[in-house]
């Protein structure tokens, strides 16, 4: 069993930055890939960045690639999402997920955290 707890969101201007973290606790972090989603109201829950077990491979949608970072850091339980000149359509409530062997869909990912709030004004 993993438990996981995000934290890091908040409402931020356009053009700004935020980054998220997902502490785990429970069985050994670094046994599992690590992925973020988001959903934003009336939406389906997409993904949005994922990350190898030993943190030196990284995938991300298109929406977010080059703006997004995600990173890991095994020694302390923690996965991150750096988000850099945020949009309004990145206001969602962004979730971390874990799994052995993940890839974009959300079926493949075994433990949810409860998610934070992002909100990018205009």
């Known amino acids: 069993q993993v438990q996981l707890v995000e934290s890091g969101g908040g409402l931020v201007q356009a053009g700004g930055s935020l980054r998220l973290s997902c502490a785990a606790s429970?069985?050994?972090?670094?046994?599992?890939?690590m992925g973020w989603f988001r959903q934003a109201p009336g939406r389906e829950r997409e993904f949005v960045a994922k990350?190898?077990?030993?943190?030196?491979?990284?995938y991300y949608a298109d929406s977010v690639k080059g703006r997004f970072t995600i990173s890991r850091d095994n020694a302390k339980n923690t996965v991150y999402l750096q988000m850099n000149s945020l949009k309004p359509e990145d206001t969602a409530v962004y979730y971390c997920?874990?799994?052995?062997?993940?890839?974009?869909?959300?079926?493949?990912?075994?433990?949810w955290g409860q998610g934070t709030q992002v909100t990018v004004s205009s």
């Open positions: 990350i190898n077990k030993s943190g030196d491979r990284t």
């Open positions: 429970g069985r050994i972090f670094s046994s599992y890939a």
């Open positions: 997920a874990a799994g052995f062997t993940v890839d974009t869909e959300r079926s493949s990912y075994r433990y």
